[in-house]
């Protein structure tokens, strides 16, 4: 388990008994105490409607605890009610550390390093403190971490949506979201960046079949004529991510995936999609969880700057997009292709300069000029010294005896520089969230790094485990 070593907060104001499954009342809570403390945090709940107030906990059960200045007690929200939880924002705070640590469930956590060894990795994360993980949980390092500039959020309205004559045809606003009841079509010009990331949750009706389709990097040339753009389906054959070309062969598929909509058992879907036009790459991920990267096939990757939404499903069934978004991916140093990363049974190390070296990373070290990766390379079969500024990725070798982390967290925690961690339950004062997670134990968490907590459907019987 993860050992904390400097940050220790206190927790005296915090209950800490379990929540039970029914709504039930608690003490009332002093004026003077919500006044302390109540922030805009707001709660998104799985009809669409939105609570704000102070969120104080997440149960292992899925009750979360809302104080509200609307409530003389503290509101207690049943298991499955809530699905999205933002946290109000606290300043632009620190400058974003030096790496990522991917863990070997997928969960990220943004920190600087700080040592390792053969048993452990040593680091200093602004939202959990020094921390000590075990070695055989890190899949691997990624360095050159920024933060995710904003170029769109919304929807906001449905003009914003309306692009040349006869578009934003048969969708409707309401409460944040589009809305549509069988065949509709919108799209917008916008100033995409080289590398981008596009999300947005798709949601539909019990016993209807949603017929979705979204285009990126789309010039938005008049309906039916060729053009060079990416774009994305989902419906009753699952998912197909595909390329479109205004010469020669016109439709290449990228991927074609069994992800139907059965297999979504709350009825609603969160795309991402993470676009590295100067690298030909595309990168999706489902509720949170990366279904790989993709390399587009032809020489020269589509420069529109337009997004369009499409329906196509029959007249009354009813399609709702919501939570859009649309970020700079600034990643200087790139994210190398899985299979670039060599043997899975050993340690790689991917340069800036895209030199590659396979063999065992024995240690990092704090020198006058930096910290330095002392590395046994297997060819040349030379012990390299590589300063930490020269690497873009580390690859840690796949251990048979890696720590399970088989436990259901159905939760995940969303921090700032593409951070995430699944957790269990989660306590929270002014300052701090408290949070169990699978590989790491017990976090202390500062609640100003923490930007939202989301609740994971259930993932579909075929998706690979993270």
Not at 219 to 242: I, Q, S
Not at 307 to 330: F, H, K, M, Q
Request: glycine share 8%; proline share 9%; with cysteine.
């Amino acid at each position: 388990m993860i050992r904390p070593a400097s940050m220790t907060p206190n927790f005296s104001s915090m209950t800490g008994r379990r929540l039970s499954n029914a709504i039930v009342r608690c003490g009332a809570l002093g004026a003077c105490v919500l006044a302390g403390w109540l922030s805009a945090d707001e709660v998104v709940l799985s009809g669409g409607a939105r609570l704000t107030g102070a969120v104080r906990s997440l149960s292992e059960a899925g009750v979360v605890e809302l104080a509200s200045e609307l409530a003389p007690e503290p509101v207690r929200l049943e298991p499955g009610a809530v699905t999205q939880i933002d946290f109000s924002a606290k300043g632009a705070g620190p400058p974003p550390p030096a790496a990522v640590v991917e863990m070997i469930n997928g969960d990220r956590l943004p920190a600087t390093l700080e040592a390792l060894d053969d048993r452990q990795l040593t680091v200093v994360s602004p939202e959990a403190g020094r921390l000590e993980i075990p070695r055989a949980a890190v899949k691997s390092l990624r360095f050159g971490v920024r933060s995710h500039q904003a170029v769109y959020a919304g929807p906001r309205a449905l003009d914003e949506w309306t692009h040349g004559e006869g578009e934003a045809k048969n969708w409707v606003f309401e409460h944040g979201s589009l809305i549509a009841s069988g065949p509709a079509t919108a799209c917008q010009a916008l100033t995409l960046p080289e590398q981008f990331i596009l999300r947005l949750t798709l949601k539909w009706q019990a016993k209807q079949t949603p017929s979705f389709q979204v285009f990126f990097a789309d010039p938005l040339k008049p309906k039916g004529e060729a053009c060079d753009r990416y774009y994305l389906l989902f419906g009753g054959a699952g998912v197909e991510l595909k390329r479109e070309a205004s010469q020669g062969k016109r439709f290449h598929t990228l991927a074609q995936l069994n992800r139907l909509p059965s297999q979504y058992p709350d009825h609603q879907l969160q795309l991402e999609l993470r676009v590295d036009r100067k690298g030909s790459r595309l990168q999706l991920l489902l509720n949170g969880e990366p279904e790989g990267e993709f390399l587009d096939p032809l020489p020269a990757a589509p420069q529109g700057s337009g997004v369009t939404l499409a329906s196509t499903a029959p007249n009354g069934n009813t399609l709702e997009i919501r939570d859009l978004e649309i970020l700079e991916l600034d990643d200087p140093r790139g994210r190398p292709h899985p299979a670039e990363r060599g043997d899975p049974q050993a340690d790689s190390l991917l340069s800036r300069e895209d030199d590659r070296w396979g063999g065992q990373l024995l240690d990092l070290r704090q020198t006058g000029d930096g910290p330095v990766f002392r590395f046994q390379a297997r060819a040349p079969a030379d012990l390299l010294e590589i300063p930490v500024a020269d690497v873009a990725t580390v690859f840690f070798a796949a251990k048979d005896a890696a720590p399970s982390a088989a436990a259901a967290h159905p939760f995940v925690l969303r921090l700032r520089w593409d951070g995430a961690l699944r957790v269990g339950s989660c306590q929270f004062n002014e300052d701090v969230g408290v949070a169990s997670h699978p590989l790491l134990g017990r976090l202390s968490l500062r609640r100003e790094g923490i930007v939202s907590l989301e609740r994971l459907p259930p993932q579909p019987p075929t998706a690979p485990q993270p």
